[in-house]
């Protein structure tokens, strides 16, 4: 109900604006000022009104932001202090590991959805579908209508996202892949992928990551090995069904020793640079029956 009367409020404050010849942006001062004068009418209650400015107050703007070269998704959502979720969901990033330089991102610059309106979207529905208040969802873009209209862009703040790293086993690369049901051990920048590396054989994936980032299992299994490894340092390795293994190494902490049982997802160790390492990150390996396997061809 109030929203009716609110939109009859911002036409009224419209009007205010054009007689007073000034059509600019204006500062809350500006709008305190003009709601203060609203306020002796007996049309609007000073209650209205107060609710108005807070209406101004909650709106939620949205970032726009270009990949530049060395960024993550991770280190991007650190920088502007919402969730790795908000920025994947919100660009419907499948792989948050694989991103490029030049992509243009658009999220909003708190933690929530920035959704597009499709055909038949209700705010009702939504906020249902999202768990958020009606309100949130209101305020944030300073509706003025309950009609929405397909193709425009909608921040839901606080909406319930998926967990981006369980999202990214769900989805494949298609082609050679082999679909293990892994999640990603962490996710961060590539430093080095499986292969020639000056002059040796790179047995397994370098993920960067900061000291002390968790690191998951990315399956289900035991703990085979748990501790000083030499050149690994601080190394886990991990025995899955179907003779699969996969193995840790250069943490600074370890979260598992020897028979524990770990679930995916669960946190085994902690980034470091431990061993022969030259900055912190995760060195991840495959084994299938004992013989390595690009482990880029087993991750989602
Ligand atoms: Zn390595």
Redesign the pocket.
């Known amino acids: 109900m109030f929203k009716l009367v609110l939109s009859g409020l911002v036409a009224a404050l419209l009007v205010t604006m054009l007689f007073a010849g000034t059509v600019a942006a204006h500062s809350i001062e500006d709008v305190e000022a003009m709601v203060a004068e609203l306020a002796e009418s007996e049309y609007y209650s000073p209650e209205l009104c107060m609710r108005y400015l807070e209406y101004k107050q909650q709106r939620v703007e949205v970032i726009s932001y270009t990949v530049v070269k060395g960024d993550t998704l991770i280190g991007i959502s650190e920088r502007f202090g919402v969730s790795l979720a908000t920025i994947s969901e919100s660009n419907k990033i499948e792989n948050p590991n694989l991103i490029r330089v030049g992509q243009q991102l658009h999220f909003p610059e708190v933690s929530g959805l920035l959704y597009t309106v499709v055909q038949g979207d209700e705010l009702t529905a939504l906020a249902d579908k999202y768990e958020v208040e009606y309100e949130a969802i209101w305020f944030a873009n300073s509706l003025d209508s309950e009609e929405l209209v397909p193709g425009t862009r909608l921040v839901i703040p606080g909406a319930k996202l998926p967990d981006p790293l369980l999202r990214a086993r769900s989805v494949s690369r298609g082609g050679s892949h082999v679909n293990c049901g892994f999640i990603w051990p962490l996710l961060g920048k590539l430093s080095?992928t499986y292969g020639m590396r000056r002059g040796s054989f790179?047995w397994?994936i370098?993920i960067i990551g900061r000291v002390g980032a968790p690191i998951y299992a990315v399956a289900g299994g035991v703990v085979t090995s748990a501790g000083w490894a030499g050149t690994y340092g601080y190394m886990v390795a991990l025995e899955h069904k179907s003779g699969i293994s996969t193995l840790y190494a250069h943490a600074t902490r370890l979260n598992v020793t020897i028979g524990d049982r770990v679930s995916q997802g669960d946190v085994i160790a902690y980034v470091g640079s431990t061993g022969h390492s030259t900055g912190p990150h995760l060195?991840f390996e495959v084994k299938v029956n004992g013989r390595y396997v690009n482990p880029l061809s087993r991750l989602p």
């Open positions: 080095s790179h397994g370098d060195h």
